[in-house]
């Protein structure tokens, strides 16, 4: 349970979020290939700081005579990918599509093929359906990968856009009830 008086009081921070969301969602919606490749840069530096502290885990675990090796593995597999994604980040969504693409494949495979074990009465053509659109998914992905990563940067942007416009409408009923407030709400 949340204090009224807490949301109330901290009224400006939703109204900051909803405005960064909106502003998120225009720019993503205007400028999608920018908010991928912003995606793909900022993914390649957590990557590259990851793979950083992995290999400090295993400079601290050889001093502890404890097992190091996967760690420096996992930390150089992290500075490799990560260099990669800031140096290339075209490839990085690139590959990020390409592998939705394998992701709907399979799926839709391993769907269709359980849906022959299911009896029709208890849905075998929804799943048949749901396996269908899996392998379209699949296809448009593989065959226009650009236009795949497209859509999912609209796909961001408009829910950044709807977030940030409920933000801003919570923040201004949190703002026109703050001088009422004293109850508890659920949270």
């Known amino acids: 349970m949340l204090s009224v008086s807490v949301l109330t ?3 400006w921070a ?3 979020r909803g405005l960064l969301g909106v502003l998120f969602g225009i720019l993503a919606l205007i400028r999608p290939g920018a908010i991928l490749l912003s995606l793909a840069m900022v993914f390649g530096a957590y990557v590259l ?3 950083i502290f ?3 885990s295993a400079v601290r675990a050889a001093n502890a005579q404890q097992r190091w090796g996967l760690l420096v593995l996992e930390g150089v597999v992290g500075l490799v990918a990560g260099a990669a ?3 290339w980040p075209k490839l990085t969504v690139l590959f ?3 592998l939705m693409a394998v992701w709907a494949f399979v799926r839709g495979g391993l769907l269709l093929g359980a849906a022959f074990n299911v009896d ?3 849905g075998r053509w929804w799943m048949v359906l749901g396996a269908v659109v899996s392998l379209l998914l ?3 992905l593989i065959r226009a990968p650009l236009t795949g990563a497209l859509v999912f940067a609209w796909w961001i942007g408009a829910f950044a856009l709807i977030f940030g416009i409920a933000m801003i409408m919570l923040a201004f009923r949190l703002k026109a009830e703050e001088p009422r407030s004293g109850g508890v709400v659920a949270a």
């Open 9 to 11: 009081h901290n009224w």
């Open 14 to 16: 939703f109204l900051i």
């Open 49 to 51: 700081v990851d793979g």
């Open 54 to 56: 992995a290999i400090i």
């Open 85 to 87: 994604s800031i140096a």
């Open 96 to 98: 990020f599509i390409t």
């Open 120 to 122: 029709a009465a208890h």
């Open 138 to 140: 699949g296809v448009v």
